[in-house]
C-alpha cells in the first residue's frame, strides 16, 4: 500500500477539480470511470494489433483512475455520500479490475494463466479489505499492494512495454537452470499481482483474524 498511504495528500489536487464537478451526480461519475475501465481493457486486447494503442491506453486509464477517485470527493462535499453510493463503488471497482486485466491477459502479450493468477491476486485483496469492514472490522487498505499501487503500475507497464516494442524487443529472457523464461512486461506485471496480491490478502486476513479473535475473548 505504498500509494494508499497518500491518498490524503492527493486532496490537493482532487478537491478543486470535485469543486468543479459539484453539480455533477457523483453515480454519474462513477459510470464514467467504470465505461472508461472497460474502455482501457478494450485498447489493452487492440494493442496486441496495434501496439500503438498502449500509450492510448493508459491516457484513458488516467481519466477513469480520477473520475473513480473523483466521485467519493463530490459525493462528500454534497452531501451525497451514503451506504449505497460505497456499495456502488466497490462493485464498480471490482468490474474494472476484471476488465483491466481481462484486456491484458486476451492481449496476445502475456499468458493466460499468469493473467489469470494476477486476477485472482487482485479479487482476494479486494475481498478481504472489504470483508473486513462486513465482520464489523475498520475497513482494512493495509498489506504491500493497494489499488492505487495497482493502478499506477497498470499505467507503466504498457509504456514499458511500448518502449520495448518501438526500441528493442518485447521479451524480457530470464534464464533459469532448469527453464528460459521470455516475459513481457505484462507477464511480469501480473505475476507480481499475483505474488503480491495473495500475500497483501493473507496480511489482510491475519489482522481481521487477530481482531475478531481479541474481540472473541472480551
Known sequence: MVLDKHRSSADRFLVPMARK???????????????????????????????????????????????????????????????????????????????LILGIMVSGYCHWLIGFLGLTGVLMTSYLGTQSQAVGVQRDYGGILGRADRLVLMMLAPLVLWGMLFFWDVSVVITLPWIELALTPFDILMAWFAIAGHFTALQRGRRIWRELTIRQKK
Open 21 to 99: 464537478l459539484i453539480r455533477v451526480n457523483p453515480d454519474h461519475i462513477s459510470a464514467v470511470a467504470i465505461i472508461l475501465a472497460a474502455l482501457t481493457g478494450v485498447l489493452f486486447y487492440l494493442s496486441g494489433t496495434w501496439y500503438h494503442l498502449l500509450i492510448v491506453s493508459v491516457v484513458v486509464l488516467i481519466a477513469s483512475s480520477l473520475m473513480d477517485a473523483l466521485d467519493g470527493k463530490v459525493a462528500k462535499m454534497t452531501g451525497k455520500a451514503s451506504l449505497r453510493g460505497d456499495f456502488l463503488d466497490h462493485v464498480l471497482d471490482r468490474y474494472a479490475d476484471i476488465f
